[in-house]
Nanobody, 123 residues
Framework: QVQLVESGGGLVQAGGSLRLSCAAS????????MYWFRQAPGKEREFVAA????????YYADSVKGRFTISRDGAKNTVYLQMNSLKSEDTAVYYC????????????????WGQGTQVTVSS
């Protein structure tokens, strides 16, 4: 199991940018696929982005493709989500997640989760 702590959320105007960070603890961080999900009020948690343990496989939801960038820093045990050109519909609680093995963009039970960080985009 890996412990995850997100940071970097906040209030931003539409068109602005934020960078989320997720610090992971555990000696096997490098072997975990890492994810960002989000959940807006009244909606189900949805996949946003994922990066494989090697960093060579990167996946995005269509709604964020071209605007968001996921990356990882093995030396810092941290995964990032750079969010540009933010829209009001990006408003949600953003969760970091981790899973061993290959990337699986669906499913919740097979992942470890952080506590989430709120992102609010004002129009």
């Amino acid at each position: 199991q890996v412990q995850l702590v997100e940071s970097g959320g906040g209030l931003v105007q539409a068109g602005g940018s934020l960078r989320l960070s997720c610090a992971a603890s555990g000696r096997t961080f490098s072997s975990y696929a890492m994810y960002w999900f989000r959940q807006a009020p009244g909606k189900e948690r949805e996949f946003v982005a994922a990066i494989s343990w090697r960093g060579t496989g990167i996946y995005y939801a269509d709604s964020v493709k071209g605007r968001f960038t996921i990356s990882r820093d093995g030396a810092k045990n941290t995964v990032y989500l750079q969010m540009n050109s933010l829209k009001s519909e990006d408003t949600a609680v953003y969760y970091c997640a981790a899973s061993s093995g290959p990337v699986r963009t669906s499913g919740y039970q097979d992942k470890d989760w952080g506590q989430g960080t709120q992102v609010t985009v004002s129009s």
